[in-house]
Every structure is written in structure tokens, then in C-alpha cells.
């Protein structure tokens, strides 16, 4: 089958020799970053009540810019701002720019659900004490030129491609195609007992629901396949695993309709079942500066210029 995107896949040697670690970045910590950039826009589109495809676009741009920009030289915070600020033009969300700061000033707080409860004082996390997330003008100012000149960086380094192709209406089509998207036999016969699964409205709905979980669960893996995959392929993997998931019966080789190998199936159900690399039970907490260790299962991740530095360096040193 003749691809009908455009943009080029990864090789998996430029992930394996990415800029960042050749510029002296190991790359467990370069998988934390991507991870927590991840997770940080994530929960800012949620905050902003930005769709799904507007996140995902984001976070591809983001994945798709450190493959030819370094860390050191383009720092993981005005990076993840401005490939937000980028991907909501681009998907016809646009947002002022002061929203989005705001919006960021407020996760890297004290007072944010991603600041770790062990460092902030009770009276510092309530939402209400605004002055730990207040942007002043001039820091506004600032931040605003930072915004825009890493957008113009980021526009340069993928030579104004930014096309991002997404696999959420891919899978929902497949699934139509399927016939698991209706309560109805289509023939005139009822379903077979074995099939009953098949023509549950309420496990549809949840199969629906799980299918696009995996899709998102898959942009946070170190792996990054939707860097390395084509999205038809993304949508299969992500159908295939939540049918599992919910006992859905579905033909014998459907993956092969839309022209996806068994073995590309298989690799994408291990990624996706791998999830991140920090495992569920554990915690990310997200800092702009510090040094920090392990604690209680998870850990705090600090994604300054400086403290990404004094990190590296300390793996380096290990």
C-alpha cells in the first residue's frame, strides 16, 4: 500500500543517537524529560479544555523537534509552551498567549496537582493563594518574546512541515467498520452466543474509550511510535488491545485489511502494553528547578536549563 503521509518515519538509529544525547544528555534522563513533557501538556490542554487531537499534535511536534534540536540548546519548558502554542493554530484552537503562560506558571507551582506535596507547605498548595502563579507584566513581556522565538525555532527545525497526522478518527472508522460500533445484528438473524459481546452497546462504549486510552498512553513511551509508525498502524494496535481488554470477538486477520504485518502489530502491542517507563504505581512529580531524589514510589523531575544540566552530569558521573 502506497502511504499517503507525508511526513517521513523515524529510523530507529536517530532515536537511538538523538541530538540531545550526543550533546551529552544520557538517555534514561532524555526519556524522563519526554515523558514529563508529555504529562505537562497534557495537563495544560486539559486546563484549557483543548480536544485530544490538539494535545496529541503538540506532543508529536515536541517529539518530532528533538529529533534534530538538542535539550541544552532548546530547554524542555519554552519548548513544551511554545509546541502547545504551535499545535492549537495549527488544529484551529488558537490561544492568546498570556493563557497559555498563565496556564504554565500555574502547573510548575506550588499550588498545582503536579508540585510534590512534600515540598509545599500547607498553606503554600491551596488554588486560592495566587500569588505563587502570578505572571507580572514584565515577566509576561519575557516570556511572550521566548514563546515566539521558540515557536520560529521549532517552525525552522522541521522546515515548516507540520503536518501531524493522528490515528483517534483512523481507529473510530475501523471500529465502524468492524460493525462493534452498533447494538444491532447486521443480518437479520440474531448474533450467536459467542458473539453477544460483539453487539454490547455498554462494552462498545468502553471499548471505544479503552482503544483511544492506549492511542494516548502511546505518545508518552520512550519508545515514540508516532514517530516511527504510520498512524493506520497506531489506530490497529489500539483496537487490537482494547478487543483483548473487553473479550470483543472480531474476524480472524482483520489487522491485514488495512494492510498492517503481524509483526508490526506485535511490536506496537508490546509498546503499548509497556506503557511509560516509570511504572502506573509510580509518581512523577514536576519542578522548574532543584535537586531532588526518589521518594515514595516516584520521583520529582526538575525540568530547568540548570537543573537538567546538574542531572546530567550526575548520570554521567554514576
Known amino acids: 500500500m502506497v502511504s499517503i503521509f507525508s511526513t517521513p518515519l523515524a529510523k530507529p538509529a536517530q532515536l537511538a543517537s538523538s541530538p540531545s544525547q550526543l550533546a551529552g544528555i ?27 487531537p490538539t494535545i496529541a499534535t503538540a506532543i508529536v511536534l515536541l517529539q518530532r523537534f528533538y529529533l534534530t534540536t538538542a ?68 515577566d509576561y513581556t519575557a516570556l511572550r518574546s521566548l514563546l515566539l522565538a521558540t515557536e520560529a525555532q521549532i517552525l525552522r527545525a522541521l522546515g515548516f512541515d507540520t503536518t501531524v497526522h493522528l490515528p483517534y478518527t483512523l481507529a473510530f472508522n475501523y471500529l465502524q467498520s468492524l460493525g462493534v460500533l452498533t447494538h444491532k445484528s447486521p443480518t437479520t438473524a440474531p448474533p450467536p452466543a459467542d458473539e453477544e459481546a460483539l453487539f454490547n452497546p455498554l462494552q462498545n462504549e468502553k471499548l471505544v ?6 492511542l494516548t498512553d502511546m505518545l508518552s513511551s520512550p519508545s515514540q511510535p508516532y514517530l516511527t509508525h504510520h498512524p493506520h ?24 485489511v488495512w494492510d498492517v504485518e503481524r509483526e508490526t502489530l506485535g511490536f506496537l502491542v508490546v ?48
Open 209 to 214: 474509550a479503552s482503544t483511544f486510552a492506549y
Open 233 to 256: 498502524e497506531l489506530a490497529v494496535a489500539g483496537i487490537y488491545m482494547a478487543a483483548r481488554d473487553h473479550g470483543v470477538k472480531l474476524p480472524e486477520r482483520w489487522w491485514e
Open 271 to 318: 509498546v503499548g502494553r509497556g506503557g511509560t517507563y516509570i511504572s502506573s504505581s509510580g509518581k512523577i512529580w514536576i519542578v522548574e528547578e532543584g535537586t531532588f531524589e526518589e521518594r515514595d514510589g516516584g520521583g520529582v523531575v526538575a525540568i530547568g536549563r540548570d537543573s537538567v544540566a546538574q542531572e546530567a552530569l550526575r548520570l554521567l558521573a554514576e
Open 71 to 138: 535539550l541544552p540548546t532548546s530547554p524542555l519548558l519554552p519548548t513544551c509552551l511554545a509546541a502547545l502554542f504551535l499545535a492549537c493554530k495549527l488544529t484551529e484552537r488558537p490561544q492568546k498567549p498570556r493563557d497559555l503562560i498563565n496556564v504554565f506558571k500555574y502547573l510548575l507551582s506550588p499550588a498545582s496537582p503536579l508540585h510534590p506535596p512534600h515540598l509545599s507547605k500547607s498553606s503554600d498548595s491551596s488554588p486560592s493563594n495566587r500569588d505563587l502563579y502570578y505572571v507580572s507584566e514584565g
Open 26 to 52: 544520557p538517555e534514561p534522563l532524555e526519556q524522563k524529560l519526554r515523558l514529563v513533557a508529555a504529562r505537562l501538556l497534557q495537563a495544560a490542554g486539559a486546563l484549557i479544555q483543548l480536544p485530544q
